[in-house]
């Protein structure tokens, strides 16, 4: 499998109100060989990843990295990145931020908030080619967590297969015990036959009687 084959298994979310700077951050990706999802704000990220107001994550897609303008109307990117970092299904989800405005107290911020990267804009094909690394360690955790659920499979499996066989196992006990009764009994029967044979028998006017 080449290079390209396998970045094509990357999906990103990108989100700006800008719609210039999604379409240059979108066909950067997609030169990379990346699935891309574009939205125009953070409320409507939330809404895609399926991260309910109630905290829970109805999430179908599967993302590999999020890369988020920092200033947006209403959720700003740091906003979209405490949320995201907050949530226990999607906090894995490695974040990137842009910007415009090159502000060291916006960038640590963000960096200490978990953003694994910030770059300003605009962004080019050297930043984007910065994401992979990023990206391959959710596929790695992704590929971890389906070799658990197939583990667990397979103990599932197992174990029902062991519960027929202890069935059977009580019912041959069963059965043994049935036949051993079966020839108790037969032996008891015999043995009175046998008491029976060698008792003495007398004739009384011409009648045999025991």
């Known amino acids: 499998m080449g290079m390209a084959e396998a970045e094509s298994q990357f999906h990103v979310l990108a989100v700006d109100d800008s719609i210039i700077d999604r379409k240059l951050v979108e066909r950067l990706l997609k030169t990379s ?3 891309v ?3 125009d704000s953070g409320s409507k990220a939330l809404e895609f990843l399926g991260l309910q107001e109630d905290g829970n994550n109805h999430q179908e897609a599967e ?3 999020i890369i988020t303008d920092y200033c947006m109307p209403g959720m700003t990117g740091y906003d979209l990145l405490k949320k995201i970092k907050e949530s226990s299904s999607l906090r894995n989800i490695p974040v990137v931020i842009m910007s415009s405005e090159n502000v060291p107290s916006r960038i640590n911020r963000c ?6 990267e910030f770059f300003l804009k605009p962004v080019r094909l050297s930043d984007v080619n910065k994401l992979r690394p990023h990206m391959m360690k959710t596929r790695s955790k992704s590929q971890q967590q389906d070799a658990e659920k197939i583990v667990t499979q397979e103990k599932i499996e197992i174990a029902s297969e062991e519960v027929p066989q202890t069935e059977s196992n009580t019912e041959q006990n069963q059965q043994q ?3 051993a009764n079966n020839n108790n ?3 008891a029967i015999e043995e009175n036959l046998s008491l029976d044979r060698t008792r003495p028998r007398y004739s009384i006017n011409g009648l045999t009687a025991v």
């Open 177 to 179: 015990k049935l036949q």
């Open 111 to 116: 960096l200490e908030g978990g953003a694994e």
């Open 63 to 65: 993302i590999n990295l």
């Open 33 to 35: 060989s990346c699935q």
């Open 185 to 187: 009994k037969r032996k």
């Open 37 to 39: 999802t574009t939205v």
